[in-house]
């Protein structure tokens, strides 16, 4: 079976009937505004009320194409009927025991799915937790116990997530650490940053990755040591940080460096992960086998679950009871990702990421020729971006043009199109359809995308 064979519960058309927001999302709007913090703030001015295989529909009856699923979460749709019936199967039974309390099958399967799907042929364990920041505060955790180091090292542009240590790893500061004079710090200590490789911005346009993985080599050599560095730990593509793909080679040299130091490589495949580039995990592109690979996003149709999987030998390094939570794994979001697994290989939505990838990358290719604002088309499989800089600056300085990003995004809001804009400069258009998308309606959602970067041309 393929994405051709999929039944939708919803009608797969764009439709946009009311302003944006109709009637309904603003007085939503304004009841938000009074009781919901104004930190936390949404791009989309509309309130949901349904959504489906590759729509979402919004109170008001507007029907729009979902080329964002909720940042990377909803890959097999936000309603798939194996993850449904699996959610309603366990609720009716029970909705929480505690996995550190009294154990259930779900778990066990669920850590059975990601040590088989995981690359690296060696023993595998995994351990489970709600979010993906969590997964990653435990990755470094189980480094730090099992190499008794304390230094990390994270990249240039990354994004690791919200929580204390995350945010430390995380590189942008506004708006995740800091905005207008003011700082969520102080931040947790012993984190060293290191570049990366950003083909489209490299002073040097022909180094290779190889070449790069050996700047940030020396740099660690230099103001760390490699016998200090417990961890490093990298996206194999970036999410946040504008779905930036390093350079061939960039990864494995750095996994290698690993290696020869007893340094703990972790991917974050939070984003990446789960057939989003068209492999089970981001790092088979380059054939590289993480000590550690922290999942989350996609793994369970929307459900809160997150994971660390990689070397037996390193998640058993902790002592027993050093690591849990009180909801990680929990069953329902355990039974919502074997649901989702089980859509995953029915549907061989690796195989569909692929097609995607064929469907829109020569697309945006052509549309940055025509326009010439858009200096780098990039990504695998269905995580694909487009980078915008000032006209005529693509070859030159790339001036990054983070205000034409924000006007496409309205452009295509207006007409029913869902897009989330990202990157170190704001200036990144990124697609994250969901895998299950009908042809039909992704090459609908293209189009007024196409339309809208034209228009801004
Ligand atoms: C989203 C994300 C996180 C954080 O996940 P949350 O569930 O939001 O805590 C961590 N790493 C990467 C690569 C991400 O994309």
């Known amino acids: 079976m393929t994405v051709k064979d999929m039944q939708y519960r919803l009608e797969q058309k764009r439709h946009v009937k009311t302003d944006i927001p109709g009637p309904r999302s ?18 989309n001015p509309f309130f949901v009320q349904d959504a489906d295989g590759g729509v979402l529909l919004d109170v008001d009856g507007n029907s729009f194409i979902d080329l964002g699923t909720g940042i990377a979460v909803t890959s097999v749709g936000a309603s798939a009927p194996a993850v449904v019936g699996a959610v309603k199967e366990q609720v009716e039974h029970f909705t929480h025991t505690c996995f550190m309390v009294s154990p259930y099958e779900g778990y066990v399967e669920v850590c059975e799915a990601l040590a088989e799907l995981a690359p690296g042929d060696f023993e595998k364990k995994a351990a489970l937790f709600n979010s993906g920041s969590e997964a990653v505060e435990n990755a470094i955790k189980i480094a730090r116990i099992a190499t008794g180091r304390t230094a990390v090292v994270a990249f240039d542009h990354a994004y690791h997530g ?23 710090g102080p931040f947790a200590p012993e984190v060293y940053r290191m570049p990366l490789s950003y083909p489209f911005r490299e002073e040097n346009p022909n180094i290779t990755g190889k070449e790069a993985a050996e700047r940030a080599i020396l740099q660690m050599e ?9 961890a ?11 779905f930036i793909v390093p350079a061939e080679g960039f990864l494995p040299r750095l996994a290698e460096y690993a290696r020869e130091k007893g340094i703990v490589f972790i991917a974050d495949e939070v984003q990446a992960g789960f057939c ?3 492999a089970w995990f981001a790092s088979e592109h380059e054939g590289i086998e993480p000590d550690l690979i922290t999942v989350a996003k996609g793994i369970a149709g929307g459900m809160p679950l997150s994971g660390v999987v990689g070397r037996a030998e390193l998640l058993d390094a902790v002592h027993g009871g050093g690591l849990g939570g009180t909801y990680g794994g929990n069953p329902v979001a355990c039974a919502a ?7 995953m290989r029915e549907h061989d939505l690796n195989g569909a990421a692929r097609r995607i990838e064929e469907l829109v990358l020569p697309r945006l290719e052509k549309l940055a020729q025509e326009t010439g604002i858009i200096g780098d088309v990039r990504g695998r499989g269905a995580m694909l971006a487009m980078e915008f800089v000032q006209k005529g600056s693509a070859d030159s300085v790339k001036t990054p043009d983070a205000d034409v990003v924000k006007k496409i995004a309205a452009d295509c809001l207006a007409e029913g199109v869902i897009i989330l804009t990202t990157g170190t400069y704001g200036n990144v258009i990124r697609l994250l359809p969901p895998l299950v998308i009908s042809e039909e309606l992704l090459l609908d959602g293209l189009e007024v995308l196409e339309a809208a970067v034209r228009k801004h041309a």
Do not use: C, D, W
């Open 276 to 278: 989003r580039t068209g």
């Open 337 to 343: 990702a074997l649901g989702a697994i089980e859509t």
């Open 232 to 242: 490093m730990i990298i996206e194999p593509i970036q999410g946040e940080g504008g």
């Open 222 to 230: 230099k103001q760390i040591g490699g016998e200090s560095i417990a």
């Open 162 to 184: 919200r929580t204390n240590l995350t945010m430390a790893l995380t590189a942008k500061a506004a708006p995740y650490k800091s905005a207008n004079g003011k700082s969520f």
């Open 26 to 43: 603003a007085e939503l709007a304004a009841r938000r505004s009074k009781v919901v913090a104004s930190g936390v703030a949404s791009s």
